[in-house]
């Protein structure tokens, strides 16, 4: 008789190796597929390869990170495979951790790969079978078992764990076969977005801009109705627009904003700490005593020298003008500028480049203390399928070890009496 075995994990990343080796470790049977060569891709290139594993806040705080169906969804999860027992396993594994600025946490190693090693060494300690190379086609249930179809092998299974991640940053494995399969079991697929994406502008900014950052500035994106998005931090200046933490972080809302046909255009704040009023008295109070500065020098001590000859033409003021040929409605204009630089409108944002995809399967059809489907008895989900996206801070990795965790442990529970 074909071998039937307790689990089949399809998808080797975070949320699937997470669930294998919590599931193995309840002594169910394993078999994990992953359809690369190698395991854990889209960790190793997470946190720039240096993986922002978690975020050291309590877990009520992580919660609070993320919108609030996600946050309701997650808390029985977050709180069943907390942060800090994700991080004494990892360091009982050998990969010491330290925490960054905003709580976000790190292998002291800096090297991705130590976690995924990590997790590829929980695995084989338990007994997880790992198949990588096997891509799965095809996923079908008749009676009691699911029928799990690769290039090579008709395999049988008695429950199914889905964690094959979003659709974004394909070339790293995650091609959106997951919700196709779920889609044929009655699921509903929220629609798939963006999220944690670079913005592309038009105008494209200019090349010589490219690799600037502007440091601790807020990014406004602004439509016909006002503010849709803002965030407080650092802003890049890239080949096709804007990405860095701000535009990341803005990337969701903006795209919701353009699907309903709205044009969105960025702008940045170079004094988000100061008002109008005060950065105009900052501004007399700096200029006098250096009335023979040329304003593009002056303007040069606030922002990046690449990006100051826009400014000041943003501000309608001749880069010869000394500071004290600048008039009073010049200061002005210069005031609002740097308050509200407009560095261009949002022409796309691509899915591909999103750190996260947002939307996926929908949460009010998996049960939260289990992962397991409403729908098909046996068949968890897990990690970025579902409609979840938190910010940046490792709040994406948290949410798919936790769900992962939980997902496995019951798809082994789900089977046998003695747990
Ligand atoms: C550039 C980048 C940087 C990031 N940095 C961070 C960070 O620092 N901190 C953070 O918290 N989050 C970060 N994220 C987000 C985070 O990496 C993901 O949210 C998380 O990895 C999702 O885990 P997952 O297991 O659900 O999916 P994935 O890690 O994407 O794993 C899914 C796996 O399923 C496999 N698969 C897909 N289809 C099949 C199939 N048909 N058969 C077999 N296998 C299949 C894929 O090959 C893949 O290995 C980053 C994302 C990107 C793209």
């Known amino acids: 008789m074909k071998r039937i075995r307790d689990v089949i994990v399809i998808g080797g990343g975070a949320a699937g190796m997470i669930a294998a080796w919590r599931a193995a470790s309840l002594n169910a049977d394993v078999l994990l597929l992953e359809k690369n060569k190698k395991l854990g891709i889209k960790i190793l290139i997470s946190g720039g390869g240096k993986c922002n594993i ?4 309590d877990m009520q705080t992580m919660l609070q990170q993320f919108e609030k169906q996600e946050s309701r969804f997650l808390k029985f999860a977050f709180h069943t495979f907390t942060n800090t027992q994700l991080l004494s396993l990892l360091h009982h594994h050998g990969v010491e951790t330290y925490v960054r600025e905003n709580g976000k946490v790190f292998p002291v190693s800096h ?18 079978e790992i198949q990588c190379n096997s891509p799965v086609k095809k996923i079908s249930k008749e009676q009691n078992y699911f029928t799990v179809e690769t290039p090579t092998q008709t395999l049988l299974s008695q429950s199914v764990i889905i964690a094959t991640g979003g659709l974004s940053y394909k070339k790293t494995g995650t091609t959106g076969d997951g919700y196709e399969w779920v889609k044929h079991f009655g699921h509903t697929i929220v629609p798939l977005r963006p999220a944690l994406a670079p913005l592309y502008l038009t105008p494209v900014p200019s090349p010589h801009w490219q690799g600037t950052p502007i440091r601790d500035c807020t990014l406004y994106a602004v439509s016909k109705d006002g503010i849709v998005a803002q965030w407080n931090g650092d802003v890049l200046f890239t080949h096709f627009g804007i990405s860095g933490p701000s535009a990341l972080e803005v990337s969701k809302k903006v795209f919701i904003v353009m699907e309903s ?11 988000p700490e100061l008002q109008h009023e005060q950065l105009e008295r900052k501004l007399i109070s700096d200029i006098s005593g250096n009335t023979n500065k040329q304003i ?6 606030y922002v990046p020298e690449r990006i100051v000859e826009y400014v000041v033409s943003q501000a309608q003021i001749d880069s010869n003008t000394k500071l004290h040929q600048l008039k009073k409605e010049a200061r002005k204009r210069l005031i609002h500028v740097l308050k509200s630089c407009f560095i261009g409108k949002v022409r796309d944002i691509p899915l591909d480049r999103g750190e996260v995809t947002a939307g996926g399967v929908a949460l009010h059809e998996i049960n939260p203390t289990t992962m397991e489907s409403k729908l098909v008895k046996g068949l968890f989900l897990c990690g970025e399928i579902l409609d979840i996206a938190g910010p940046v801070g490792g709040y994406n990795l948290q949410a798919a070890f936790s769900t992962g965790y939980v997902a496995g442990e019951n798809a082994a529970k789900l089977f046998s009496s003695s747990l």
Do not use: E, R
């Open 54 to 57: 978690t975020n050291g806040s």
């Open 111 to 128: 090297n991705a790969k130590d976690v995924v090693d990590a997790f590829a060494t929980l695995m084989v300690s338990t007994g997880v």
């Open 296 to 301: 593009t020098t002056f303007i040069g001590q």
């Open 261 to 271: 046909g709205q044009q969105v255009s960025m702008h940045v704040d170079f004094f």
